[in-house]
C-alpha cells in the first residue's frame, strides 16, 4: 500500500483548490470524491468572493479567465424600516467589493489546472473510515482500495458527529435561483432585511443570483410553487428596487451554524463545510474555507518531511 503526503476527502471547489495549493508547493496527495468525475461542475450554489479570495485564486492562477461578476456596490435596507446603507468600491478604493462565481464553473477551471499536476483523483468512491495511527493514517471505504496517508484533509459536507461540535438550528431554510431583472443591474448587489428572513440579489452574468431566506415552512411551499408565483412571492418579499421579470430554476438549502471547537485531531483536518457551516447572510463560507486551504498549505510547506506532524497541525489550529 502506497503512502501519500496528504488524503483529500472531498472534490467540491475546496478539496481541488487546496490540492492544487499542495501540488504547486510539490507535496503529493490524492483527492476523493464521493461522485462521479465532472459532478463538482454542476453545484447550483453561487459563491460571493471577497478580495482576499481573489488574491488566493489568483496565486492558484486560475483567477485570470474565470467568468466573474464584479460587485460595484451594495445596498442594504430594512423593510419596513427608514434609511438604507450603500457601500461603493471608489468609496473603498478597491476595484470591486466582491465578486460572484458559480460553484460550478469555478470547479472547471480548478480542474483544469489540476490536469497538468501529479495529483490522483479517486472519482466514485466513498470514505466510511479514517483510522490514525503513529505515522500515518489509513482511509478506506467503498469504491477504491484503502490507502495510506501521513494526513487526512475533511474538505467537503458539512459537520458531523456529536463531540465537541457547536449547533444551532435557525429553522430557515435559503432558497436560490437566478432571476432576470428588467433592466442591467449595474454591479449593484442588495440585502433587503425583512421580518421572515433576509433577501439577498447578487449580480451574476446579466442576472442576478437570488438567495431567498424563509422560515423552514415556507422554504417548502415555495420548492412547490409555478415559477410566476415564486416570481411574485419573491417580488412582494424584496420590495420595488428592483423590477424580476423571471425566475429559473430553483434549489433548497436548510441553514444552520455548525462548528468544530478543534479543528485538527490525530493526522486529521477538518477545513471549509466540515469546520463550519454558516448562515450565508454575509456570504463568508467559501472565504473562510479558502483562507483554512491557503492557511493549511502553507503550514504544510513549512513541514513537507511530515505534513501529519502533531506540531505542524497545532501551528495551522
Known amino acids: 500500500m502506497n503512502t501519500r503526503a496528504v488524503a483529500i476527502i472531498g472534490g467540491g471547489p475546496a478539496g481541488l483548490a487546496l490540492a492544487l495549493a499542495l501540488a504547486r508547493a510539490g507535496l503529493g496527495c490524492a483527492v476523493i470524491d464521493s461522485r462521479p468525475a465532472g459532478s463538482a461542475r454542476a453545484d447550483p450554489r453561487v459563491l460571493a468572493l471577497s478580495h482576499g479570495s481573489r488574491q488566493i485564486l489568483e496565486q492558484l492562477g486560475v483567477w485570470a479567465g474565470l467568468q ?26 478597491v476595484d470591486a467589493l466582491g465578486y460572484v462565481v458559480a460553484a460550478g464553473v469555478l470547479a472547471s477551471s480548478l480542474e483544469r489546472a489540476l490536469a497538468g499536476c501529479a495529483v490522483e483523483i479517486l472519482y466514485g468512491t466513498t470514505v466510511d473510515n479514517v483510522a490514525p495511527g503513529a505515522e500515518d493514517a489509513i482511509v478506506s471505504g467503498r469504491g477504491a482500495a484503502p490507502l495510506r496517508a501521513r494526513l487526512a484533509v ?12 457547536v449547533r444551532r438550528d435557525y429553522g430557515q431554510s435559503a432558497t436560490i435561483a437566478i432571476a432576470e431583472p428588467d433592466r442591467p443591474h449595474g454591479g449593484v448587489a442588495y440585502e433587503r432585511f425583512t421580518a421572515h428572513g433576509p433577501v439577498a440579489l447578487l449580480p451574476c452574468g446579466a442576472g442576478y443570483a437570488v438567495v431567498f431566506v424563509t422560515g423552514d415552512a415556507e422554504a417548502d411551499e415555495l420548492v412547490g410553487l409555478s415559477s410566476e408565483r415564486f416570481r411574485e412571492r419573491l417580488q412582494e418579499r424584496f420590495g420595488e428596487r428592483v423590477r424580476i421579470r423571471s425566475v429559473g430554476p430553483r434549489a433548497c438549502f436548510a441553514l444552520g451554524l455548525r462548528y468544530r471547537r478543534e479543528a485538527i485531531g490525530a493526522r486529521t483536518v477538518w477545513l471549509g463545510n466540515s469546520a463550519q457551516t454558516l448562515h450565508p447572510v454575509a456570504g463568508q463560507g467559501f472565504n473562510l474555507a479558502l483562507r483554512d486551504v491557503w492557511q493549511l498549505a502553507e503550514a504544510l510547506h513549512g513541514s513537507p518531511e511530515d505534513p501529519g506532524a502533531g506540531a505542524t497541525l497545532s501551528r495551522y489550529a
Do not use: K, M, Y
Open 68 to 93: 466573474s461578476t464584479p460587485i460595484r456596490t451594495i445596498h442594504i435596507s430594512h423593510a419596513g424600516r427608514f434609511g438604507r446603507t450603500r457601500l461603493t468600491a471608489e468609496e473603498c478604493g
Open 154 to 165: 475533511f474538505a467537503e459536507g458539512s459537520v458531523s458527529g456529536n463531540e465537541r461540535v
